[in-house]
T-cell receptor
Framework: DAKTTQPTSMDCAEGRAANLPCNHSTISGNEYVYWYRQIHSQGPQYIIHGLKNNETNEMASLIITEDRKSSTLILPHATLRDTAVYYCIVRARGSGYSTLTFGKGTMLLVSP | GAVVSQHPSRVICKSGTSVKIECRSLDFQATTMFWYRQFPKQSLMLMATSNEGSKATYEQGVEKDKFLINHASLTLSTLTVTSAHPEDSSFYIC???????????FGQGTRLTVV
């Protein structure tokens, strides 16, 4: 799977949008971009994934650049409970299952 | 999403003893389960993959005789840390998927402290 690069940490004020970037310049055509987050002392939680189109669900929006070499996860109105480590993972999503390889992620701290 | 439950959430054991961690899929049949380990301030590292009824496949560097994995049913996998030492203290996380699914779901993790 392609490697991803994320900032080590980011801060965000409560109620503001949190924009978390991810670089994946070596992504290949059959690889999707996945985002998970891990709140302290809990298991990872799936957030969203996409291939090339922008995606939105009840948790977040995912913006993927046209060349697919980078993406941004957007939490539109961050709350204190969104404080977590956010992982951007690139993996193939064809038939079968490929295990998730977690990098270091971005520690997002949402402050009052 | 599907629910995966781990038990216990926290455990403290004495050095030299064994500890069993359970991972259950509550509302689906988990044909494959994954065990991860996470040391403080580090990311999750895959330890092993197990398919129901088969022997687990361990990642390089993970001792299969120390970390015993049993996946005898479609809803339960167990990880036993044998002869635990303080360096085995870590956060252990399981995830589970059903046959044909492209996604797996994570348990809430088990904090193991060996004293």
């Amino acid at each position: 799977d392609a490697k991803t690069t994320q900032p080590t940490s980011m801060d965000c004020a409560e109620g503001r949008a949190a924009n978390l970037p991810c670089n994946h310049s070596t992504i290949s055509g059959n690889e999707y971009v996945y985002w998970y987050r891990q709140i302290h002392s809990q298991g990872p939680q799936y957030i969203i994934h996409g291939l090339k189109n922008n995606e939105t669900n009840e948790m977040a929006s995912l913006i993927i650049t046209e060349d697919r070499k980078s993406s941004t996860l957007i939490l539109p109105h961050a709350t204190l409970r969104d404080t977590a480590v956010y992982y951007c993972i690139v993996r193939a999503r064809g038939s079968g299952y490929s295990t998730l390889t977690f990098g270091k992620g971005t520690m997002l701290l949402v402050s009052p | 999403g599907a629910v995966v439950s781990q038990h216990p959430s926290r455990v403290i054991c004495k050095s030299g003893t064994s500890v069993k961690i359970e991972c259950r899929s509550l509302d689906f049949q988990a044909t494959t389960m994954f065990w991860y380990r996470q040391f403080p301030k580090q990311s999750l590292m895959l330890m092993a993959t197990s398919n129901e009824g088969s022997k687990a496949t361990y990642e390089q560097g993970v001792e299969k005789d120390k970390f015993l994995i049993n996946h005898a049913s479609l809803t339960l996998s167990t990880l036993t840390v044998t002869s635990a030492h303080p360096e085995d203290s870590s956060f252990y996380i399981c995830s589970a998927r059903t046959s044909g699914a492209t996604e797996a779901f994570f348990g809430q993790g088990t904090r193991l402290t060996v004293v």
